[in-house]
């Protein structure tokens, strides 16, 4: 009986959220061990066909650098990085094109569909829908070296996003699962950093939350605590003193200028934590960093 009331305690603190989220948009960020550990995937698709049967509307926006990485050294090519970015050539934005717009894609899709839910894969050039430019990487300040922009091929960042299927899809029954892939001016396709683009697309579509998901704890303080919530203020100011440093410091930067374009909230989640997702959006404590305006 414990653990049957136990459950109906989950339930009932989960009823409020379910009432104030529904309708509301949720563009989710999904890589790190959430997408390569089996049950991680499993509990993942679960959350979110959850997440679309109590009404609210989930858009993922996936990566795929372990997958692109293993395929590239499969045939030989070594992956390179510059300012952790991976250097693309011509064939290397093949084989990521490959990867995310069709292996990883449509592996995401056909795991939330068995589980009930009814998932649609899009890359960023379906419909015009990721406008990009070529990424233009300079040198970190303060290296001594000249200032003149590293030149690291098909790596891109987004100039526009055209939400319109999105939004076709995401108020309907359908779940869009969108590779970071987007298109330039000039006809080139460019791999670009799957945290830009759901940040973006959460300021386009106005989401109710922004949800990257990685492999750590959240935001942690000095003191190397968990900092559950944040203000942008707060955020600025730990970013100025160092305590935000290193892998944590773009998702940051993503997160601030979401919930600046009109974002309701951004969250940085514990993804190796089974039903991630759902504890954070459903519960009172969380598994994360949750960041406001």
């Known amino acids: 009986m414990s653990s049957a009331t136990a459950s109906v305690g989950l339930l009932m603190e989960a009823l409020p959220y379910i009432r104030k989220f529904q309708g509301k948009t949720f563009v989710i960020?999904?890589?790190?061990?959430a997408m390569v550990d089996p049950g991680l995937k499993e509990s993942f698709a679960r959350d979110i066909v959850l997440m679309k049967l109590v009404g609210m509307n989930p858009v993922i926006v996936h990566g795929g650098?372990?997958?692109?990485?293993?395929?590239?050294?499969?045939?030989?090519?070594?992956?390179?990085?510059?300012?952790?970015?991976r250097v693309t050539d011509q064939e290397t934005m093949d084989i990521v094109e490959m990867v995310l717009g069709g292996l990883v894609n449509k592996e995401i899709v056909h795991l939330i569909n068995r589980h009930?839910?009814?998932?649609?894969?899009?890359?960023?050039?379906?419909?015009?829908?990721?406008?990009?430019?070529?990424?233009?990487?300079?040198?970190?300040?303060?290296?001594?070296?000249?200032?003149?922009?590293i030149d690291i091929g098909h790596v891109g960042e987004v100039?526009?996003?055209?939400?319109?299927?999105?939004?076709?899809?995401?108020?309907?029954?359908?779940?869009?699962?969108?590779?970071p892939i987007g298109i330039g001016s000039d006809g080139a396709t460019y791999n670009i950093n799957a945290d830009l683009v759901a940040g973006y697309l959460a300021g386009t579509l106005r989401a109710e939350k922004?949800?990257?998901?990685?492999?750590?704890?959240?935001?942690?303080?000095?003191?190397?605590?968990?900092?559950?919530?944040?203000?942008?203020?707060?955020?600025?100011r730990l970013i100025h003193e160092g305590v935000i440093q290193g892998g944590m410091?773009?998702?940051?930067?993503?997160?601030?200028e979401a919930v600046a374009a009109g974002v309701g909230s951004a969250h940085i989640v514990d993804g190796r934590v089974e039903h991630a997702v759902l504890l954070e959006v459903l519960t009172n404590e969380g598994v994360g960093t949750l960041i406001r305006a």
């Open 29 to 33: 960020k999904y890589g790190g061990n």
């Open 65 to 85: 650098g372990p997958q692109i990485g293993k395929l590239l050294a499969r045939i030989g090519k070594e992956s390179q990085f510059i300012q952790g970015m």
């Open 116 to 149: 009930g839910g009814k998932a649609v894969g899009l890359s960023g050039k379906d419909g015009g829908m990721i406008s990009a430019r070529k990424l233009e990487l300079r040198p970190p300040s303060g290296v001594g070296l000249p200032s003149e922009i």
């Open 159 to 179: 100039t526009g996003i055209n939400a319109e299927l999105v939004s076709l899809l995401d108020t309907g029954d359908f779940i869009p699962v969108i590779a």
């Open 210 to 236: 922004l949800l990257l998901l990685t492999n750590t704890a959240g935001v942690l303080g000095a003191d190397g605590q968990l900092i559950a919530h944040m203000d942008a203020a707060q955020t600025e």
């Open 249 to 256: 410091l773009p998702k940051v930067r993503c997160a601030l």
